[in-house]
């Protein structure tokens, strides 16, 4: 049974950073994609970023690129999302994904595990 578990999250103030953490377990993850998606209240879930788990290529979306770095660690079996100069609009639930493909997607209907969400508060 697979579970994701996000920490990390928590209330910065804009040009600030944060570390969010995927702890996954339940299965071997080499083909797996990882995705970090978000939330904000009267929105729809969005894509952020998404890493290969075992080459490491990644994918973010154009507003946060250059800004939030994804990354893995296989030995912790964690996924990362590091967020730096952090702005009030990215203030969301967070949510990690994973999805039983190598291949990458931004579209949060083909991931096929979800984690609980770790909230994100960005004030200005």
């Known amino acids: 049974q697979v579970q994701l578990v996000e920490s990390g999250g928590g209330l910065v103030q804009a040009g600030g950073s944060l570390r969010l953490s995927c702890a996954a377990s339940g299965r071997t993850f080499s083909s797996y994609a990882m995705g970090w998606f978000r939330q904000a209240p009267g929105k729809e879930r969005e894509f952020v970023a998404t890493i290969r788990w075992s080459a490491g290529s990644a994918e973010y979306a154009d507003s946060v690129k250059g800004r939030f770095t994804i990354s893995r660690d296989g030995a912790q079996n964690t996924v990362y999302l590091q967020m730096n100069s952090l702005k009030a609009e990215d203030t969301a639930v967070y949510y990690c994904?994973?999805?039983?493909?190598?291949?990458?997607?931004?579209?949060?209907?083909?991931?096929?595990?979800w984690g609980q969400g770790t909230q994100v508060t960005v004030s200005s």
């Open positions: 994904a994973a999805r039983k493909s190598y291949t990458l997607s931004m579209v949060a209907a083909v991931y096929d595990y």
